[in-house]
């Protein structure tokens, strides 16, 4: 398949020396590599980043994982617990445009590589650490993962039926969506720097990233001074109708589509009707207005599942969409991943990694005039470690050889 | 309550012509606004932003929506259907450094303001369009919210309980989850625009955002060609134990925390059995490895719940994260809007507002030198029309007046 994407220039000349494990830090990381950084990963030479999930003395068992949030990075290995493998941190570190850590509370000072150091060897570093819990928070020296901040920062509180247990959200936003914003915090304080050269430390909890994705429940809280219940398929309003995930035709687990007429546009309604040969129930008083249709939702959503019940979830969203009313199948990872418009349009992109071989996997979905960045595949363990210590600091490859035999590289 | 936060200047002198709406939009240009960007927001002079949800005629109804997703901007209103009101916003956006717009698919063009035509006004400009699904998906004319985002992008698919119906992910990730990509787009190509002043094209698609968030899930269908299953609290792998919510003391519906046991480090196991009284089992074969407590999940569940229980969810938290074991409590909505912690941090700030009086809500949480952005209230409708003509036109009060008159302003 010919690769699409092109290679993105915004943050051409910009480095990066990445601590970061697993996704919340990495994920935040490959964004800068997909926008053009050059983001240097340092691993520890034995295992490399836990994300890996090496098993001792063989190889990668689940590379996968690794892919997604690696791409476009550059891999170097490093003893950071060797004095030797410390300075030559510390010389990345002067080089460096940008540091970013998220290992477990007090590690990355035990390492001496804790904010004070850092700003001593590189005064206009924008430093970057990503943890569980905020600096002065009673849990600031507990460990989190993604599930631990969806559970502290709200999200699995309003998720789930109403008379039920909670779920957790399936996909990793405790770990991506913190990602994201320091994100886009260290490009503001890059921006910053053109014109000022000034350093900057950012910080960011995944507990509190979690609180910036529950707005919308939150401002429910704001309104009624009550907590915000989950509610299974429907909007945070249950008198919100039709807002629901309707049955379509084939009964499988993910045979759904959501339907919802939005409070702002009347005419959704209205249309939603027309489309599903309804047309004799417009203006009856029933169910015109968002009010009116509430009192009924039991009955409203029978109307509407009726229809739903006959028609696949492609023809519903198909159908529903072009009559102009917000329509969404429920699509599962492996539809997503045979889509065919997805891999055109480079949402999906195929690479050629060592371990695996060809893999479909997801790229930045925003497109530059027209087209996302390309994908290039996660590095291996300490892949770039010569081009670095050579393109970095001028060392020979006789150099880096030593290092290596010295188990330093 | 004093005042907490600072007012960063990052993006000081970037300014943004914003015509977004509702949630995806606004939560991207009110990231820009938090890090100092002028964010103006063009609003029609009736009703605004459909966001504000006023009602034909009298107040609004409901502005705690709105605070949350335009703190910091200016709003200025103006009649686009007017020649004259676009001749107004010809000239704003020949002075803007970027615009960003989240209508109806062909909406922005039958304004004629789209790309083409923008590009023409100001050549340097990034223009950003954040729409449903993408320019040559089989929905590109289809509308999308949230849910149908959440709905097509995937994150439905892998939300619920294993043998129910799928259910959606309560917070609104599918809007603010795609404003964040797209907030880390325009910081890219604005650095880029420092160097070469080149303009942009920046395009999203909430269907596509959400496959962002989706990784996790598409690395075990790369790896099993299987459609990823959705398992209530528990994580991708049923087999990885423990790692769910257990059931705490109090027994309402959000007395629960999640408790999981990374499979990158052994100890977190044998921390946890320490920290639940139960250090008579560390060693046990039954339960010593991954792979053995996978075998008895349902066994290991209840020896943990016997313990959780007993205690409240803030004890489970703060007695299993000391021992070093990745836990959090559920917490709600009002539990986090009353948690001192989060207010004295900054993650939640009060502001005065006319309409709704002082409203705590939350703040962009990553902090800056130690203190996150100051939030500034929402603006009322039109409260910036007379400073924006005035500071980026250099209008005189009556000529404004005069437009006021006329209907455009």
Redesign the interface.
Known sequence: MAQIGVE?????G?TVVDFTQF?AGPSCTE?LAW??AEVVKIENPTTGD?GR?LRPGQPDN?P??F???NANKKSLTLNLKSPRGREIVSSLLKKADVTVENMAPGTIERLGLGYDAVKEINPGIIYCQVK?F??????E?????????????????????GD??????????G???TG??????I??????R?KTGQG??????M?????????????????S??????N?????NPALAP?A?Y?CKGGG??D???I?T????PDHWRRLLKAIEREDLIGDARYDTGPARGQRAVEVDELIASWTREHSKEEV??VI??A??????????????NDP??A??G??QTIQHPT?GA????A???????TPPRVKPSPLLGEHSAEVLSGWLGMSPQEVEALRQDGIV
């Not at 930045?364 to 027209?370: A, S, T, Y």
Request: glycine letters at 10%; aromatic letters at 10%; hydrophobic letters at 40%.
């Open positions: 993105l220039d915004c943050l051409e910009v996704e964004s926008l053009g836990p999930r689940d996968w994982y892919h997604q949030f569980g905020g600096t002065g928070s009673p849990y020296n507990s460990l989190a993962f993604d599930m631990i901040a969806q559970a502290a920062g709200g999200p699995i509180s309003v998720t789930g039926e039920r247990a909670p779920v957790k959200p399936g996909p990793s936003f770990d991506t969506g994201m914003l320091m994100a886009v915090s490009l503001g304080a890059l921006y910053k053109t900057r430390r950012l910080q960011v909890a507990q509190d990233a979690m609180i910036h994705y529950m707005r919308v429940p939150f401002s429910r809280t704001q309104q001074g009550q907590a915000q219940l989950r299974g398929s429907s909007r945070s807002s995930l049955p687990p993910n759904y589509a959501y919802f939005s409070r702002a546009n969203m198909t969409g072009a102009g009313v917000p329509a969404g199948a429920v699509f599962d990872t492996l539809e997503l991943m418009s997805l055109e349009r949402i999906m695996t893999v479909k996997m997801p930045w979905p925003v497109r530059f005039d027209g």
